[in-house]
């Protein structure tokens, strides 16, 4: 960490910033993007969620784009069956149809692990590369699916939202 702190270039960093920054502001709408909320962003990786991951990945490489899938350290992290907050379950006739009471499965975090893909975008990619796959994402999208990226889908069951880059379980309470 000495080493990284001491040698830390802040003119790379900056570079590497305004790259996925541009990068970012020209991908299509139906492309979600993670972590756009996070105060320093420096796209060291550039993780993008599209609906259909292994084929627009495959749409992306005949492009010439190398996009990737599963080289992260992301997994999912169960709750253990910890008590609620509450002290006991509220009374069946306030739980929707079908709805458990407890259900802690991370939703989110498993449709982000099997959708996310990750572009190309770092500091030694060049601005002509960089509007290459700007380019690349749009028409991979349009391949692969005539209609735009869901912004509902249904997981385990369950009703997920997708809207500016943020991922909510949808309640029926």
């Not at 149809?97 to 060049?126: M, R, S, W």
């Amino acid at each position: 960490m000495h080493r990284r702190l001491k040698n830390f270039d802040e003119a790379a960093f900056q570079t590497n910033t305004s790259k996925g920054m541009y990068v970012s502001e020209r991908l299509p709408s139906a492309v979600e993007h993670i972590g756009m909320k996070t105060d320093i962003r420096n796209y060291w990786l550039f993780p993008v969620v599209v609906h259909e991951p292994e084929q627009v990945i495959k749409e992306l490489n005949k492009l010439g784009v190398e996009a990737y899938r599963g080289a992260t350290q992301l997994n999912l992290v169960y709750p253990t069956q910890q008590p609620n907050r509450c002290p006991s379950p509220p009374p069946a006739s306030q739980n929707a149809p079908g709805q458990e009471f407890a259900d802690n499965h991370p939703h989110e975090a498993h449709y982000l692990i099997d959708h996310v893909i990750y572009l190309p975008v770092h500091k030694h990619v060049p601005q002509y590369y960089l509007d290459q796959i700007c380019l690349a994402v749009e028409v991979a999208l349009r391949r692969v699916a005539a209609k735009p990226f869901p912004k509902i889908v249904v997981i385990d069951g369950k009703t997920v939202v997708l809207h500016n880059g943020e991922m909510k379980v949808k309640s029926k309470l």
